[in-house]
């Protein structure tokens, strides 16, 4: 499995901003993907998952204000960003497990997107 994430970019306090990861191969093997972050000089930190179906689940720092949606045709997952906060700024990566579902643990997954940046203006 291939993922390939864009989106990223320069947004001011309260802005919006969608990220896509768009993935290729062997979709099939994987049950969803999830949206990970990691700001400087921090831990990379779950935001949300969903699955192919759309079951989706959020960390509470992205309830309400983030929404994770999936085309299934496309095989795209979309992050859609809002009201958004200096401290989400962060390089947001998705990724894919081969074995599972929606682990908050970065090292359950097998697949990764290269990482976009989002930079948050004060």
């Known amino acids: 499995v291939q993922l390939q994430a864009s989106g990223g970019g320069l947004v001011q306090t309260g802005g919006s901003l969608r990220l896509t990861c768009a993935a290729s191969?062997?979709?099939?093997?994987?049950?969803?993907v999830t949206w990970f972050r990691q700001a400087p000089g921090k831990e990379r930190e779950f935001v949300a998952t969903?699955?192919?179906?759309?079951?989706?689940y959020y960390s509470p720092s992205a309830k309400g204000r983030f929404t994770i949606s999936t085309d299934n045709v496309k095989n795209i997952v979309y992050l859609q960003m809002s009201f958004l906060k200096p401290e989400d700024t962060a390089v947001y990566y998705c990724?894919?497990?081969?074995?599972?579902?929606?682990?908050?643990?970065?090292?359950?997954?097998?697949?990764w997107g290269q990482g976009t940046l989002v930079t948050v203006s004060s």
């Open positions: 990724a894919a497990e081969l074995n599972g579902f929606g682990s908050w643990s970065p090292s359950s997954y097998d697949y």
């Open positions: 191969g062997r979709t099939v093997s994987v049950e969803g």
């Open positions: 969903s699955r192919w179906s759309g079951e989706a």
